[in-house]
């Protein structure tokens, strides 16, 4: 898959209601809620029209994306190398737990495919 970088908190944004209604870089995910939680339900989120389109779509209004900085790794799997970089983001917000093993394994495994560059951490904490 070809990665875009998310520049700037629009694009996390859009990205993040991607995650939250079953799509990953377009294509839909088995199993929505696949790691065990979900965003509140989509009557609780604001609706905003979209300038590419007449559809409406659903965003969680307290959702904070912050940009933190720039992984740099190095990749060696046939004996040369070539430099990775990954943008990190922290999002915080609400989710709610739907299916509690399966969210425990994702607390435990990370999500995402950048694990081993730091990424796809979960830290959760009560709401409220």
Do not use: Y
């Not at 799509?23 to 965003?39: C, E, L, T, V």
């Not at 989509?42 to 969680?60: K, M, N, Q």
């Not at 799997?77 to 989710?95: C, K, P, W």
């Amino acid at each position: 898959w070809r990665r875009f970088d998310l520049r700037g908190e629009w694009a996390q944004l859009e990205w993040l209601d991607m995650q939250a209604t079953g799509q990953r870089r377009g294509q839909p995910i088995a199993g929505h809620g696949g790691h065990g939680f979900d965003f509140p339900a989509r009557h609780e989120w604001s609706v905003r029209r979209t300038a590419d389109g007449p559809e409406e779509r659903l965003w969680l209004p307290d959702v904070v994306a912050n940009e933190v900085g720039l992984q740099q790794g190095l990749h060696r799997s046939d004996g040369s190398s070539a430099r990775l970089f990954h943008r990190l983001v922290d999002f915080e917000g609400l989710l709610i737990v739907t299916d509690p093993p399966r969210f425990c394994e994702a607390l435990r495994r990370g999500i995402g495919p950048a694990k081993a560059f730091g990424c796809g951490l979960l830290s959760v904490a009560p709401a409220g």
